[in-house]
């Protein structure tokens, strides 16, 4: 049984921090693709950062260089630390795994709430 388990959610000041972590289970972890996506309420979800098993790094745009994702292979864990945050970051924040090759093959967690107060 694959599951995504996200943590760290919570309700941070604009200009504030805040690190979510997922751990992941059932699956060969770093074989994996890694990724946080978020979704506010009356949008479409929308593309955070993703990881490669590699360790490539991919941001969605309007990140500018505030957050940051990282795994660890050894702890099945994968992490965004978000620096700067504005109004704007409140969503739900879920973690995503994509299987290396078949891309079709992808498992969500049950999300996270993060709430950036002004």
């Known amino acids: 049984q694959v599951q995504l388990v996200e943590s760290g959610g919570g309700l941070v000041q604009s200009g504030g921090s805040l690190r979510v972590s997922c751990e992941v289970s059932?699956?060969?972890?770093?074989?994996?693709?890694m990724g946080w996506y978020r979704q506010a309420p009356g949008t479409q979800r929308e593309l955070v950062a993703t990881i490669s098993s590699g360790g490539n790094v991919n941001y969605g745009d309007f990140v500018k260089g505030r957050f940051t994702i990282s795994r660890d292979n050894a702890k099945n864990m994968v992490y965004l630390q978000m620096n700067s945050l504005k109004p704007e970051d409140t969503a739900v924040y879920y973690c995503?795994?994509?299987?290396?090759?078949?891309?079709?093959?992808?498992?969500w967690g049950q999300g996270t709430q993060v709430t950036v107060s002004s």
């Open positions: 995503n795994a994509k299987h290396p090759l078949i891309t079709s093959i992808t498992y």
């Open positions: 059932g699956i060969r972890f770093s074989m994996y693709a």
